[in-house]
């Protein structure tokens, strides 16, 4: 069991430095390139949310925790933003709330698809929080 | 990033280098749409083979220009892209709207059908 607890102030220059964080927490799993790269997208995801939604690009605290438990990693992304009214009609594919600013709406629906898990808490006012999961299995073929 | 123009072809190729976030993504915007209007070409390739990392940002990047093109009579290319960067763009159906090929040369020999 390991954890971790990251702040950081919500600048765009953050983002990778968070996702650059989060790979570097789950090393120890001995994932593969590819899991590395899904981990490092969906944070990086979390975190630009954070930046351009949650702080609407005013200065705020970004944090991120992760835990390692047995083979599998838990990160949470957290901001003290301005929060999802609708989270279901958020977490939508093409669902996005700043379109003009070339957004796609495809930051949730990629979360879901590169890890197992992702749980979405927020309240209007007062921030959200993003957790998700991913297990890292031992590879046994090949 | 590096811009040149393939005058045949009417083609400006973007070569993207590094990771593409929100950070990044709006100076190469700005840059790719001012070599459009300025270089007087209708077709764009962006070219992914040493970007090691995208996020929906590169895809919000890659949807907007694609606009651009299509409103004067052009047509994208994304190429060289690796496994994970071909998964986002998968998940918005981006290869039925823009030539997605492995390389360059592959996309713009689509150009010439
Ligand atoms: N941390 C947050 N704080 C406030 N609103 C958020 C937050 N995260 C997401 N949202 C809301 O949920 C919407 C959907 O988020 P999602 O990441 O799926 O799409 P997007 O950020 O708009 O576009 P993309 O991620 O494709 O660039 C956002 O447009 C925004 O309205
Ligand atoms: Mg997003």
Redo the contacts between chains.
């Keep these: 069991m390991n954890k971790m607890r990251l702040e950081f102030l919500s600048r765009s220059d953050n983002e990778r430095f968070a996702r650059t964080v989060a790979a570097a927490f789950m090393l120890e799993l001995d994932p593969t390139v590819e899991q590395l790269s899904e981990v490092k997208t969906a944070i990086s995801e979390a975190v630009t949310n954070a930046v351009i939604h949650g702080y609407d690009g005013s200065e705020g605290i970004i944090v991120l925790e992760g835990t390692l438990d047995k083979n599998a990693v838990k990160f949470s992304v957290i901001d003290r933003g301005i929060g999802i009214r609708d989270i279901e009609k958020a977490r939508e594919p093409l669902y996005s709330g700043k379109p003009e600013m070339e957004r796609s709406g495809m930051g949730f629906t990629i979360m879901e698809a590169f890890m197992d898990s992702i749980e979405v808490e927020s309240a209007p006012g007062k921030g959200t929080r993003v957790t998700m999961t991913k297990t890292v299995e031992a590879e046994d073929e090949g | 990033m590096e811009l040149s123009v393939i005058g045949k072809y009417k083609l400006l190729v973007a070569r993207l280098y590094g990771?593409l976030?929100?950070?990044g993504?709006g100076e190469i915007?700005e840059a790719i749409d001012r070599e459009l209007m300025r270089r007087g070409v209708r077709n764009l390739a962006m070219d992914f083979t040493n970007m090691g990392?995208?996020?929906?940002?590169g895809?919000?990047?890659v949807?907007?220009r694609y606009k651009k093109v299509s409103a004067i009579g052009g047509r994208l290319i994304v190429c060289g892209m690796n496994?994970?960067i071909r998964?986002?763009f998968q998940?918005?159906g981006l290869q039925r709207i823009a030539i997605v090929a492995d390389s360059l040369e592959e996309g713009m020999e689509e150009l010439d059908k």
């Design positions: 990771e976030d929100h950070h993504a915007r990392f995208m996020d929906s940002s895809l919000g990047l949807m907007g496994n994970n998964r986002i998940m918005c």
